[in-house]
């Protein structure tokens, strides 16, 4: 995967909350069985209406957030299936970065091993960047190694991430790899567990 | 000191630990289906890997699976799907129950059906609702594919350790109150996303008292209220079912099993992280109105009102459900009307849904302007319940019966609900185009499901003379 620290971009503010991954990357999308290709469904229902045409007043659809590489939502993001699609489709599409209050557990494991960063912001402090976006483009920067997120007017938020993610964002380093160096260890756990 | 079950297995299962690290956890059993692992297994060619340990895998084909005409999978690329998990079975000597193989169904139903789902072991699928096998107390849990791909090659994951959740459900249930309607009120009550970074422990009387595909139902749906995993403790229930299973040992090293399994269930003074609670007697039949599994009322209620919200984000949240949904506020749930009944899922698709089912439409006819279909939740379900003679109750009815698969769960396959249409469902999501492109899906418990069909709109089960004899 790809290594991640800087990324200034204007942020897409979806102002909704439980996005669900359904909606990410709705289920007749998801019978390839290749990685990439995915970024062209992504809400792909929200986008579009029901002729094919595109949804005007949806975020993804206005000409300001085009080439955007920030998400920004409210809580409980990436709730619902555990599809990995999720994460391809919102990296294939050309983000990098995901802010929003909360995250469900699985879609959150499945960013960090995909070298997408998801930043957990207050819900006050997420409500202000919408709002900063929602009424001009708003560009931050991120910064993985100081762990902020700074506003095109100072304004600078810092967020928590765990150490261990973090090495590997920062690296894009493959976790099976890693793991391999625990042979041993496995190893023995299988041999003291023989019964399973 | 005393411990959860959660902790007890947790400890059990540490390859390794370090201060600032996730603990690498070892996984016993690794179920796989063809939606979320030909990106594994490719992987794993790329990089020249192999699998560890194919005996601890079991492979299923379930999501894209016609229901009506095994032979003839009209999409290309579902079809190119279920070749492909098949080639990959083949060349990793996975072990595997085909669209032919009298074990397929459902990944979530058939583990259990089969014993391969036991108490204390860790148990991983790239698939959210895996948290169903913890009913019989095991730390079950979903993953993505990466980690798919990351415990076949080592039959490992780095895991955080979760916080622990004790979720109490106190009194019996009442009449007519199904495992289903407990789980719906729980999420109704405590929101989608009370379980972010725990696993959950149902306990208290209610729970007790369920039977194994009882639990499952409740275990199933953890994951609707963001849980990372939900379980029960094991019990004299729980050793009774896994009896006799196909993958659970015999004779002296079942008792030795058994007793192995009971130890895990949580010491008496154990704590944990948070806990709720929650009365029976807040616990009616329950429907889903909105595009989330928390948007759901008893049946005696009606769709809430904006004003009922406080926080301005629930009341965009309710208008933009209603919308979708074609639901004004305040209408009373007995008055929507439906045109499809769903009965089918990892949720409520074992023998003992259908039996609830089949006993509400015996000797009656479902409405006119409604299609129901039955799909047995695995082909071993499916011939128990002919052997009983369930399917001419739901044929007599005018209910389609069906091979087995997820099906119109998440319409992967060509059971699909059309657009603004409105289908009583026994599975558990109801988000926007769950089940087609603007369908409208209402959860229900199977009992639920069937007086629907029947009545053409939602009803009180309670009321049905066929469910008080
Ligand atoms: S029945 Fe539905 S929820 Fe269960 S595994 Fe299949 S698609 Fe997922």
Known sequence: MEPINE??????????????????????????????????????????????????????????????KILVAQENFGC???????????????????????????????CMKNGLLPIKLTMSEVEELLANGQKDPYTVEVNLVEQTVTGQDGKSYSFEI??????????????????????????????????? | MAKNIIEKIWNQHIVYEEQGKPDLLYIDLHLLHEVTSPQAFEGLRLANRTVRRPDLCFAT????????????????????????????????????????????????????????????????????????????????????????????????????????????????????????????????????????????????????????????????MSIEAGAKAGLISPDATTVAYLKGRRYVPEGQEFEKAAA??????????ATYDTMLEMNTDEIE?????????????????????????????????????????????GAPLKSIDIQHVFIGSCTNARLSDLRAAAKVIAGK????????????GSRTVKKQAEDEGLDSVFLEAGFEWRESGCSMCL?????????????ASTSNRNFEGRQGAGARTHLVSPAMAAASAIAGHFVDVRELEAVHS
């Open chain 1, 80 to 110: 619902g299936s555990s599809r990995e699609h999720a994460p391809w489709s919102i990296l294939d599409y050309g983000f990098n970065v995901v802010i929003a209050p909360s995250y469900a557990d699985i879609f959150y494991n499945n």
């Open chain 2, 285 to 329: 039949p329950f429907v889903t109105w909105g595009t989330n599994p928390s948007m759901g009322s008893g049946i005696s209620a009606s769709v809430p009102y904006a004003k009922d919200f406080e926080s301005e984000s629930d009341k965009d949240a309710l208008k933009q459900a209603l919308a979708y949904m074609g639901l004004e506020e």
């Open chain 2, 365 to 376: 006819k479902v409405h006119p302007s409604v299609t129901a279909i039955v799909v047995p």
């Open chain 2, 260 to 269: 192995h399994w009971l130890s895990l269930a949580s010491d008496k003074d």
């Open chain 2, 61 to 220: 084909m379930d999501h894209n699976v016609p229901t009506r005409n095994r032979d003839e999978i009209k999409d290309p690329i579902a079809r190119k799907q279920i070749n492909t998990l098949q080639t990959n079975c083949d060349e990793f000597g996975v072990p595997l129950a085909n669209m032919d193989h009298p074990d397929q169904g459902i990944v979530h139903i058939i583990g259990p059906e089969l014993g391969l789902t036991q108490p204390g072991k860790t148990i991983v699928c790239g698939d959210s609702h895996t948290s169903t096998h913890g009913a019989f107390g095991a730390i079950a849990f979903g993953i993505g594919t990466s980690e798919v791909e990351h415990v076949l090659s080592t039959q490992t994951l780095w895991q955080s350790k979760p916080k622990t959740m004790e979720i109490r459900i106190n009194g019996k249930l009442g009449f007519g109150v199904t495992a289903k309607d407990v789980i719906l009120a729980i999420i109704a009550k405590f929101g989608i996303d009370m379980g972010t970074g725990h696993i959950v422990e149902f306990t208290g009387e209610a729970i007790r008292n369920l039977t194994m595909e009882e639990r499952m139902t409740v275990c199933n």
């Open chain 1, 7 to 68: 990324v200034v971009s204007v942020i897409t503010p979806l102002d909704r909350k439980n996005v669900d991954t359904d909606q990410i990357i709705s289920k007749e999308f998801l019978k390839r069985i290749e990685r990439t290709g995915f970024g062209k469904y992504l809400f792909y229902h929200w986008r579009h209406n029901a002729d094919g045409s595109e949804v005007q007043d949806f975020v993804l659809n206005d000409e300001r957030f085009k080439g955007s």
């Open chain 2, 411 to 423: 319409a992967m396959n060509d059971d699909v609900v059309p657009a603004g249409e409105r289908c």
């Open chain 1, 162 to 196: 765990d150490p261990y993610y973090k090495e590997m964002l920062l690296n894009g380093w493959d976790e099976i790899s890693l793991t391999f160096q625990y042979e041993e260890q496995i190893a023995n756990y299988e041999k003291q567990h023989q019964h399973t």
